[in-house]
């Protein structure tokens, strides 16, 4: 077996140790040791820009002049790149990352996977928290908010992410929309729970499943599309309840 080689680590403050690692041609991206996401395994991040982004894609009849889009996680680029990809041009597409390492993997070894993603002149890379980065936003900022931060709110990367599925900071996301805004989840799996926090907000969910890879028989993941309820008006609160099965992308 091909070994790994390591490129680079990043440890944030309460200990947490993100690394990238190569081999052979793919990349991996390590949590604490564990494999979080890889370059062979994109399908389901790649899915949340083309359901999240769909309203505001270029040719759509609902498409603004500007299109102004949010994505929580940089990750290895693939929903950055797809992203891009849908929208066209004009448009502004910023990415909240918390690891300034990350980001310059992005812009070295992840190169000749993605190209220069992050010196596409509709890139706008905001380092930093994503909760500390969407509450100083006025309302009517996005049309779009493409959010993969943890597997589920149970299964969380760091405990500080707790804040970004409170009552409170949903109401925060809901007003940060524009009017036809969509804020859109990756989750590993169903999570009942959150979606009822979702439709309290005032949100409709839309639950989708999500392959790991194009060809993969059985969808791994779950994307929860979400709009403002009264956009909805025919759609109910109960959305499209897709079944995912239990298995989880350690994130």
């Not at 820009?49 to 996680?73: D, F, N, Y």
């Not at 908010?145 to 990367?157: A, F, G, V």
Request: aromatic share 8%; charged share 25%.
């Amino acid at each position: 077996m091909i070994p790994y080689e390591d490129l680079g680590e990043s440890r944030i403050d309460d200990g947490t140790v993100f690394s990238l690692h190569r081999r052979g041609k793919e990349f991996f991206l390590k949590y604490n040791g564990s494999e979080l996401m890889s370059t062979n395994h994109t399908y389901s991040e790649q899915m949340l820009s083309e359901v999240g982004c769909k309203h505001i894609q270029l040719g759509a009849t609902t498409r603004p002049a500007h299109p102004k889009v949010l994505i929580g996680g940089l990750g290895l680029g693939f929903t950055l790149k797809r992203a891009l990809e849908m929208v066209g041009r004009p448009a502004t597409v910023e990415v909240a990352e918390l690891m300034p390492p990350l980001i310059e993997w992005n812009r070295t070894f992840l190169v000749e996977y993605n190209g220069p993603l992050l010196e596409d002149p509709r890139t706008l890379i905001s380092q930093g928290d994503l909760f500390d980065l969407l509450s100083n936003k006025p309302n009517a900022s996005y049309d779009a908010l493409l959010l993969d931060i943890d597997n589920t709110p149970d299964d969380l990367i760091t405990s500080e992410n707790a804040r970004l599925y409170t009552p409170t900071f949903l109401q925060k996301i809901l007003n940060i929309l524009t009017p036809g805004g969509k804020v859109s989840y990756w989750l590993s799996e169903p999570a009942p729970k959150f979606k009822k926090l979702l439709e309290q907000a005032g949100f409709y969910v839309e639950e989708l499943a999500a392959k790991q890879h194009e060809k993969s028989k059985r969808a791994m993941h779950c994307i929860y599309v979400c709009s403002r309820e009264s956009a909805n008006s025919s759609g109910g609160k109960r959305g499209n309840d897709k079944k995912s099965n239990n298995r989880k992308r350690k994130r």
